[in-house]
């Protein structure tokens, strides 16, 4: 059975106790006590081949920034998220002036045998990536206080508020670097490159 196909039914059975509170909880306890384990980040090794390229797209796709990778020369073209969703990458306009600065790089895309495109997390993965970092820090005030943020509305905005005036800043920037790192080299994986 597939990843998605698990993750489907597991989906459907929590759906069926997501009333009772005794149930969600043994499933809970269940969890944290037989299957989730903090990731750490440096579990998998990103071959040298691989390294420059996925932390480049890593840091790209945090900004907001849709890459195109040839897996066979390793060149990316990146392209601005908002404008990503606007291109047909053969339909736009050589006169549209907001386009214009790509168009050698849309042509050269457009010749490429093959392409991997990788767009900015989800929200569900960018929630993923704070809540594990939330489990991983070892402060446990700091810990209880984030892992509260992201129970409440504006969980984005408030968890970076929060981190934006901690002594954890910068280990919130390393930590998510390299979730983004394992994310892109996850999806490299998958190419079976």
């Known amino acids: 059975m597939n990843k998605n196909r698990l993750l489907d039914e597991i989906l459907a059975i929590l759906r069926t106790v997501m009333e009772d509170k005794q149930k969600l909880e043994k499933i809970h306890q269940f969890l944290v006590d037989e ?3 903090v990731e750490t ?3 998998i090794e990103i071959p040298e081949k691989y390294q420059k390229i996925v932390k480049q797209i890593a ?3 945090d900004g907001g920034i849709t890459c195109h990778l040839n897996p066979g020369t390793l060149e ?3 392209i601005p998220k908002n404008l990503a969703n606007e291109i047909n990458y053969k339909g736009y306009s050589d006169n549209d002036e907001e386009f214009s600065e ?3 790089d849309l042509k050269k895309l457009d010749k490429w045998e093959k392409d991997i495109t990788f767009d900015p997390p989800s929200s569900d993965v960018s929630f993923g990536i704070m809540e594990s970092f939330a489990s991983s820090v ?3 005030w700091f810990q209880d206080e984030l892992l509260k943020t992201l129970g409440r509305s504006h969980p984005f905005a408030n968890f970076k508020n929060i981190i934006d005036q901690s002594k954890y800043r910068q280990q919130w920037f390393d930590f998510k670097q390299k979730a983004l790192e ?3 080299f996850e999806l490299l994986q998958d190419e079976e490159l």
Do not use: G, K, R
Request: glycine letters at 0%; aromatic letters at 10%.
């Open 35 to 37: 299957i989730y384990e």
């Open 182 to 184: 394992m994310f892109v």
């Open 102 to 104: 790509l168009d050698d």
């Open 59 to 61: 840091e790209s796709i």
């Open 41 to 43: 980040l440096n579990e």
């Open 138 to 140: 070892t402060d446990t």
């Open 76 to 78: 990316v073209i990146e």
